[in-house]
């Protein structure tokens, strides 16, 4: 790729790259019609000169990534794939929440190190991190296509493909481009990082003060069982991310997410709920049971709705706060990496 990817760019790096030739608030206004008017085709951005758009045309592209493709669920999210300009792929979904309410799941790397057994994108390994524009673009393109207004607030969890503090410095500049005010404007009070539970990472991300909230992919209480889950355990396990969670520098009104994905008899029982209270003990989390959405091949069941149901009854008589969360989209292919395994043999064929 010899162009410059235009959605790589903060406001401050644009404006600084545009420095030599046009004055500063140019950029503001490429900004504006890129993320306030969706709209990527730089001939079309009418009040900017035409030697400032001759100038985009040679050094800059918007189209490096496109969308490829998209599947719709009965009960309204959206699975976006997208293709790169080196001829791979990746996934958002689009989440539709209550009273119009939106959360976009998005994508920080092209496959995962980090082998989660109950995970499709594991399967297909690591292709490489996704560029900050990249991840961008993914909000940029599912905003323009359902037509969602510039100022509508909608919520994003870096929760797809890939671990996003394995693309630590991608992910921040990504949190910095969507919260910039005269773009996206998405606060990093909307942004949650999700994160398989990387210690030293966690404590980077902590240095960087972000002001985004923090997810924690805990899934299990006891080490022997995390580590088949996510074979990550061995290197960081349960009582490193409770020590590294409970320095985060957190705004006092926030609580640290821990998601615990529910598999029918593996992690259902009550005795695991009683753990999970004990663990949490001393730090300002809440707890979010996530159904395990099973896929073809995979070894684990979806839990009885009883069973999950005693499980935050549990939590909650505790004190630890608990909300359940509903796998959308199980009529499309809704675990993460089955869109991209369903369509990656035909890219290869026709791009
Ligand atoms: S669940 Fe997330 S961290 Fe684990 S392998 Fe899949 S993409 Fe990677």
Same mark, same amino acid.
Do not use: R, W
């Given at each position: 790729m010899d162009k410059l990817y235009i =959605?790589? @760019?903060?406001l401050e790096e644009l404006a600084k790259s545009l420095k030599e030739h046009f004055p500063a608030f140019r950029a503001k206004q490429i900004y504006h019609w890129l @993320?306030?008017? @969706?709209? !990527?085709?730089?001939?079309?951005?009418?009040?900017?000169?035409k030697d400032l758009r001759e100038f985009l045309a040679q050094n800059y592209t918007?189209? !490096?990534?496109? +969308?490829l493709k998209k599947e719709e669920s009965k009960d309204g999210s959206i699975k976006y794939l997208f293709k790169t300009y080196d001829n791979h792929s990746y996934e958002s979904v689009l989440i539709r929440m209550k009273e119009d309410k939106f959360t976009l799941c998005l994508s920080?790397?092209? &496959?995962?190190?980090? &082998?989660? !057994? =109950?995970?499709?994108?594991?399967? &297909?390994g690591f292709v490489r991190n996704l560029e900050a524009g990249e991840m961008v673009y993914q909000v940029f393109a599912i905003k323009k296509d359902q037509n969602i207004p510039p100022n509508k607030a909608i919520n994003i969890v870096y929760m797809g493909m890939g671990e996003p503090l394995d693309n630590l410095e991608n992910t921040a500049k990504c949190i910095r481009i969507l919260s910039e005010l005269d773009g996206l404007n998405i606060s990093p009070r909307r942004q949650t990082l999700s994160t398989s539970g990387i210690a030293p990472k966690i404590k980077k991300l902590g240095t960087l003060n972000l002001g985004i909230q923090l997810a924690i992919s805990l899934h299990a209480v006891d080490d022997d069982l995390r580590t088949e889950l996510m074979p990550i355990n061995k290197a960081y396990n349960i009582q490193s991310i409770i020590q590294e969670i409970s320095n985060f520098p957190l705004d006092s009104r926030k609580r640290i997410m821990f998601e615990y994905l529910i598999i029918d008899s593996l992690n259902d029982d009550l005795k695991s709920a009683k753990k999970l209270v004990a663990l949490l003990n001393k730090i300002k989390a809440k707890v979010n049971l996530i159904y395990f959405n099973p896929h073809q091949g995979s070894p684990y069941k979806r839990p009885s709705k009883e069973k999950v149901e005693a499980f935050r009854e549990y939590l909650l008589q505790k004190g630890l706060l608990c909300t359940i969360r509903e796998s959308k989209g +199980?009529?499309? !292919?809704?675990?993460?990496g089955q869109l991209r395994e369903k369509v990656q043999e035909q890219i290869e064929v026709k791009v």
């Open positions: =959605f790589n @760019y903060t @993320y306030v008017h @969706y709209e !990527s085709h730089f001939e079309n951005m009418v009040n900017l000169p918007s189209t !490096s990534t496109a +969308l920080s790397q092209i &496959g995962c190190k980090v &082998g989660c !057994s =109950f995970c499709l994108t594991a399967k &297909g +199980l009529d499309i !292919s809704a675990a993460c």
